[in-house]
């Protein structure tokens, strides 16, 4: 099976907060969030779909199986650190901040992950 790209980790990330925020997740309600076409979205979905990540309702709502689950609390718990992170140590703004972690959240290594977990731990 293949590993996971960035952009699906962003899709996985989206159903989930799309999930802890309305209840649901809809293709549409990916695009919107993401800024991307319906037709990626259905693409990736496809994708997604076909590597046991998420699945599709009979009313048409994304549902992430546990495996896509699991990724996406992953990411996004990643996303949340790096962005309590960035603004901690830089004292941007929160959005600002979020933007930065969206683009570096992908990268980092395990490692490096567990010293920014310490560090916020130690500093707070």
Request: charged share 35%.
């Amino acid at each position: 099976m293949a590993e996971i790209h960035e952009s699906g980790e962003d899709y996985l990330e989206a159903i989930l907060r799309l999930h802890k925020e309305f209840g649901i997740a809809r293709s549409v309600d990916v695009a919107k969030k993401l800024n991307v076409s319906k037709p990626s979205v259905s693409r990736a979905m496809g994708i997604l779909e076909d590597n046991g990540y998420v699945t599709v309702n009979e009313i048409g709502a994304l549902e992430l199986t546990e495996k896509g689950k699991k990724k996406a609390v992953e990411v996004y718990e990643r996303h949340v650190l790096l962005t309590k992170f960035l603004v901690k140590i830089t004292g941007v703004s929160e959005e600002q901040a979020e933007e930065n972690a969206c683009k570096i959240e992908h990268d980092i290594d395990d490692d490096v992950k567990k010293g920014i977990q310490t560090w916020m731990e130690k500093n707070a």
